[in-house]
């Protein structure tokens, strides 16, 4: 079984920063591609950032210069710095991976339970 544990939500002022880190534990073999979702109240949940070997990182429009997305492979671990935090980056942030649970076996993916970010005005 894997887990996810997601870190470092929490409130800022517009301007401000944080930084997000997802740590993968349990069964893992090979991670094909981990990512961060986010989703505000009323809205779907949405890509943030993606990163993995072979697509590189990439980002959505709303976040490119201001967000980075970054690994530590040798500790499973995601990153997701935010600066130039803005309002309308107040959601939900779920992290989500793509994981090798054994060699040969089908990839499967699995979401963290989300930590919030709140950015005030």
């Known amino acids: 079984q894997v887990q996810l544990v997601e870190s470092g939500g929490g409130l800022v002022q517009a301007g401000g920063s944080l930084r997000l880190s997802c740590a993968a534990s349990?069964?893992?073999?090979?991670?094909?591609?981990m990512a961060w979702y986010r989703q505000a109240p009323g809205k779907q949940r949405e890509l943030v950032a993606n990163i993995g070997a072979t697509i590189g990182a990439t980002y959505a429009d709303s976040v490119k210069g201001r967000f980075t997305i970054a690994t530590a492979d040798a500790k499973n671990t995601v990153y997701l710095q935010m600066n130039s935090l803005k309002p309308e980056d107040t959601a939900v942030y779920y992290c989500?991976?793509?994981?090798?649970?054994?060699?040969?076996?089908?990839?499967?993916?699995?979401w963290g339970r989300g930590t919030q970010v709140t950015v005030s005005s």
């Open positions: 349990g069964s893992i073999f090979a991670v094909n591609l």
């Open positions: 989500y991976t793509i994981i090798q649970v054994r060699s040969g076996s089908m990839s499967t993916a699995y």
